[in-house]
């Protein structure tokens, strides 16, 4: 009877913690996937560089913003990386990312001396990265101003910042914004949802496949074990022992005193 | 009431899963799900977005829905050089901002100089007249053509993970009298297939993406595109402005 009660409670206080968070979410939820998306944005202001760092990818926006910056004499160059072909490359349907970024460059008016590719066949930001490094050790006063996506700046200062160490402090990020997704209402349309969503699932990826959250993970994991089963184990010390007989006791007085009841009632 | 051997068995069985603490019963769980996964392999994952159909399609024409879809240009190439088909139809797609200032041709050029150099007659090759801006547009355009040609049949190439999506467009954009001469055929991808998605990055995000698309079209339906000023200029002058 007792058991049957706690379990009802404890269920009446899961059904009403559900509710009141369902609620919340629902009431919250408008701002709560603003605030995913612009934290997803870490960019700066354009501001004055050596370089300005074109990341591959998105060349409807990211070059612009390099032309921008080159022609307000805030950047006096623009590099970029060489990047592995995909299929669409091969099979001849598009020219290479950083050919295509060369050419819209040119047509914006950069000049070829301007222009400079680092080597390497990039296909991720990791690899990016380690080409800057590359360019950073040669060019050890250069400061590089980096340009990518506003969804993309967070993952790629992150891994920047990995790869480049205390060197990191000589680069900053700048967003490209976006043409046909709008950070604010980005869960609308089938085209936020997928720059989003698949940006996050990346993140996720990338923090889970690093070594160092992989070491500190488990050192936490087996930390809070080690604590919890501590915890249970004084837990169960501490439980006071029912004195033996107890029910049996409560039992036969309610036998007893039932008997007594059924004997008084004639 | 009696209880048979088996029932005090199962019982007991119970009695001891339940001795076993929460975080290990947990790990359990994962583990019995991991070892599923990896011995039933990720099919039935993939039958989620994918359509089965019979390869190669029976139709009189193809047409390649997926303009970034490499492969469908060279099954398309390979079936008109077989004789096959009779022609390959290609829609026109929106221009946007570098293939408005001439960094690279219009997409169905693309596609068409593709075709052409995979020896593709260019007389075999018609581009379908009037952009469209997202895939429903495709559709309606396909349909436009099935009823300006009542006795062809089109087979539509698309990329195999977008093929249940395409199913879904093709049966809210066509009529009833069109939708039958259209069947659907799915292209793997040279890098992976439906089995062995999991295991390369591009097979993962292609799935989630796929996944992604095809649960918005179900549920909301045709995504509304924003009209988009592609001038360079505009773009270049707000990136210097204030940040978003």
């Known amino acids: 009877m007792r058991a049957g009660r706690i379990i009802t409670s404890r269920r009446v206080k899961w059904t009403i913690a559900v509710v009141i968070c369902l609620s919340a979410i629902g009431m919250l939820h408008k701002p709560i996937l603003i605030s995913l998306a612009h934290w997803l944005d870490v960019g700066e202001s354009p501001r004055k560089a050596d370089y300005v760092m074109v990341l591959p990818g998105g060349v409807e926006r990211r070059p612009f913003v390099a032309v921008a910056m080159v022609r307000a004499g805030l950047a006096k160059g623009i590099i970029t990386d060489e990047t592995e072909t995909d299929p669409a490359n091969d099979e001849g349907l598009s020219p290479t990312s950083d050919d295509l970024l060369r050419k819209v460059l040119r047509l914006r008016g950069i000049r070829d001396d301007q222009i400079q590719v680092l080597p390497g066949h990039a296909n991720s930001t990791w690899k990016d990265a380690i080409a800057l490094s590359d360019f950073m050790q040669e060019h050890p006063q250069a400061t590089v101003a980096i340009v990518t996506d506003c969804f993309h700046t967070r993952r790629s200062s992150w891994v920047f910042r990995r790869v480049l160490g205390a060197e990191a402090r000589r680069v900053f990020f700048v967003s490209a914004r976006l043409d046909t997704v709008d950070p604010n209402s980005w869960w609308t349309t089938e085209e936020g949802l997928i720059t989003y969503l698949s940006e996050y699932l990346k993140l996720f990826f990338y923090v889970v496949t690093d070594r160092t959250v992989i070491a500190s993970s488990l050192a936490i994991g087996v930390a809070v074990g080690l604590i919890w089963s501590l915890w249970r184990r004084r837990r169960l010390k501490q439980k006071p022992t029912k004195p033996s007989g107890e029910s049996e006791s409560r039992d036969s007085s309610t036998i007893e005193s039932s008997d007594q009841s059924i004997v008084s009632i004639p | ?244």
Not at chain 2, 172 to 195: C, F, K, S
Request: charged share 25%.
């Open chain 2, 1 to 244: 009431m009696t209880f048979s051997p088996r029932m005090l068995e199962i019982g007991r069985m119970r009695d001891s899963l339940r001795r076993v603490p929460r975080p290990y019963r947990f790990l359990g769980i994962i583990l019995v799900l991991v070892i599923s996964v990896v011995s039933f392999g990720m099919s039935p994952l993939s039958a989620m977005i994918v359509v089965v159909q019979s390869k190669p399609c029976n139709a009189e024409f193809v047409c390649i829905a997926d303009v970034d879809c490499g492969q469908c240009y060279r099954v398309a190439a390979e079936r008109s050089k077989q004789h096959a088909i009779q022609g390959i139809l290609l829609c026109t797609n929106e221009s946007q901002r570098i293939v408005l200032m001439g960094a690279i041709p219009a997409f169905e050029e693309l596609g068409r100089q593709k075709l052409v150099n995979d020896g593709v007659a260019s007389t075999a090759i018609e581009i379908l007249p009037g952009e469209c801006r997202n895939d429903w547009d495709q559709g309606r355009r396909i349909n436009r053509w099935l009823e300006e040609n009542p006795n062809k049949r089109v087979c539509l190439l698309c990329d195999l993970f977008a093929s249940r999506r395409w199913s879904l467009i093709l049966d809210h954009t066509l009529t009833a009298t069109t939708r039958p001469r259209v069947t659907i055929e799915g292209v793997t991808d040279p890098r992976y297939n439906e089995t062995t998605w999991w295991r390369r990055r591009m097979g993962i995000k292609s799935y989630f993406n796929s996944i992604v698309q095809l649960v918005y079209a179900r549920c909301h339906g045709e995504d509304v595109i924003p009209v988009v000023d592609w001038s360079p200029e505009k773009y270049e002058s707000a990136a210097l402005g204030s940040r978003q």
